[in-house]
């Protein structure tokens, strides 16, 4: 398949580079989990800035006491996380980590089962960036549910009305 001109990126390079200050002033999206009222980022999403579909990179906030997400895993897209300050509680599959500034953790697809909470008194930021394929499935093991995400349109189902063919 043949790539047109208005189908390739631009080569103003300066569509591409975000300095401190361009990230600085960018105001935060507010993310509430669609399944976990106390899960709320605060994200700078630095990749849809500057166009990138293949992958996510993300610059999150999160608020003492907030979680991050519901616990879960990806089938198909690999995440990980960069802590850039403050501190975060980690459940990783059976496990639990304090995590700060510096650590690196990986969620390789079809991986254990993570969620982080942020059980300090003072806000906590992270990059987290993944693939973005274009189907994906999350499982939620904790609430029995699977989310489908087929090229960008989401749907759910309880694990109890799932039917085998």
Do not use: C, W
Request: hydrophobic share 30%; net charge negative.
């Amino acid at each position: 398949m043949m790539t047109t001109p208005e189908q390739k990126p631009p080569k103003d390079t300066q569509a591409y580079v975000l300095t401190k200050s361009d990230i600085d002033n960018t105001p935060e999206t507010k993310h509430i989990h669609q399944f976990n009222e106390h899960a709320i980022r605060h994200t700078v999403s630095l990749s849809d800035i500057v166009g990138l579909t293949k992958f996510g990179l993300h610059l999150v906030r999160v608020e003492a006491g907030d979680e991050t997400t519901t616990h879960h895993y990806h089938e198909e897209s690999d995440e990980f996380i960069y802590v850039l300050s403050g501190e975060l509680s980690l459940r990783y599959g059976d496990e639990h980590y304090e995590l700060s500034a510096g650590d690196f953790v990986g969620f390789p697809a079809h991986g254990a089962a993570h969620s982080m909470r942020n059980e300090s008194d003072a806000d906590a930021t992270y990059l987290m960036g993944g693939s973005r394929p274009a189907i994906d499935i999350t499982l939620y093991p904790e609430i029995d549910r699977k989310m489908y995400k087929i090229h960008g349109k989401k749907e759910y189902v309880d694990l109890e009305d799932l039917g085998e063919v």
